[in-house]
């Protein structure tokens, strides 16, 4: 039997990624893969009407990424086997569009009066075919030149503590969680080693028993180990004990953006069958 890889957390240009489905499906097919997960921020792309989809020989699922709160920790929530169709994460898109919109005409102001240039909401908004992000601003801020690179936008400017950052406005992640299993998916934790938590077995317990069903527990964190508030190999044993499903990506947002990582996690598909089944 041939071997099977998945990378279950990836961006399209439906929201701050640089390629288009087709596109980043080429370059998955090029690493080795056999199924892909397109997880956006806040929206599904209209390519993908149905669960999973199959495109250049792959299967392609249906996934989201929300920006969640985790009772007072701020996180992500993947979701993953979602039907487009269905009205409630038509609801809570709805609600993150305009969280989104409310945030970016502040960083937008908060660019114009910090960095003295000329910039408007509208600029934004042409950069981005989908869900608005910062990648978007951060892109405009180069074209502008107030910045030389899309990094240090991030990290003098717009990422979190930078001198135009704004936090966005995000539901509780009971009402994201429950979105999506309304919407015949299975909910997973992305990067959950960069989140702040203090008692992480605790934290494991809690949402667990709220009903999240996974967490990402592999991650291509080589870069950043400095920032983690949990080694991975701690985070997966612990995740195991309370009972989560394991899932895994590389959060690969395309070439020229600030994170081009596709290749960098082949997820055994046995993972992906066991998040398969638990959908039911």
Same mark, same amino acid.
């Given at each position: 039997m041939d071997e099977c890889y998945a990378d279950l957390h990836l961006h399209t240009t439906a929201s701050d990624g640089t390629q288009e489905i087709t596109e980043l499906v080429g370059r998955a097919a090029a690493c080795g893969l056999s199924c892909i997960a397109i997880t956006d921020h806040d929206t599904i792309s209209p390519q993908l009407n149905h669960r999973t989809t199959r495109i250049g020989g792959l299967e392609v699922i249906t996934g989201v990424e929300l920006k969640v709160d /985790?009772?007072? $920790?701020?996180?992500?929530?993947?979701?993953?086997?979602?039907?487009?169709?269905?009205?409630a994460i038509n609801d809570l898109f709805q609600f993150m569009k305009r969280a989104r919109?409310?945030?970016?005409?502040?960083?937008?102001?908060?660019?114009?009066?910090? =960095?003295? $240039?000329?910039?408007?909401?509208?600029?934004? !908004?042409? =950069?981005?075919?989908?869900? &608005?992000?910062?990648?978007? &601003?951060?892109?405009?801020?180069?074209d502008k030149l107030a910045v030389s690179s899309l990094r240090e936008a991030f990290?003098?400017?717009?990422?979190?503590?930078?001198?135009?950052?704004?936090?966005?406005?995000?539901?509780?992640? !009971?009402?994201?969680?429950?979105? $999506?299993?309304?919407?015949?998916?299975?909910?997973s934790i992305p990067?959950?080693? /960069?989140?702040?938590?203090?008692?992480?077995?605790?934290?494991l317990i809690d949402?667990?028993?709220?009903?999240?069903?996974?967490?990402?527990?592999?991650?291509?964190?080589?870069?950043?180990?400095? !920032?983690?508030?949990?080694?991975?190999?701690?985070? !997966?044993? &612990?995740?195991?004990?309370?009972? /989560?499903? =394991?899932?895994?990506?590389?959060?690969?947002?395309?070439?020229?953006?600030?994170?081009?990582?596709?290749g960098s996690i082949k997820l055994p598909c046995h993972y992906v069958e066991k998040l398969r089944r638990a959908c039911g």
């Open positions: /985790f009772d007072g $920790i701020r996180g992500e929530l993947l979701g993953y086997f979602i039907d487009p169709g269905k009205q919109e409310t945030r970016m005409k502040e960083m937008v102001k908060r660019c114009r009066e910090d =960095l003295n $240039i000329d910039i408007e909401m509208d600029e934004v !908004r042409e =950069l981005a075919k989908g869900s &608005l992000g910062r990648p978007h &601003l951060a892109q405009l801020l180069v990290d003098r400017h717009i990422g979190e503590g930078g001198t135009c950052y704004v936090p966005l406005k995000r539901p509780d992640f !009971r009402t994201a969680s429950a979105a $999506i299993h309304n919407a015949g998916g299975i909910t990067h959950p080693c /960069f989140m702040h938590v203090e008692d992480w077995e605790s934290f949402v667990r028993g709220a009903g999240v069903d996974g967490i990402e527990a592999f991650y291509p964190y080589t870069k950043a180990a400095g !920032r983690l508030s949990i080694t991975p190999e701690h985070l !997966r044993e &612990l995740a195991k004990q309370a009972g /989560f499903l =394991l899932s895994g990506g590389s959060d690969d947002h395309g070439p020229g953006s600030v994170k081009e990582t596709l």
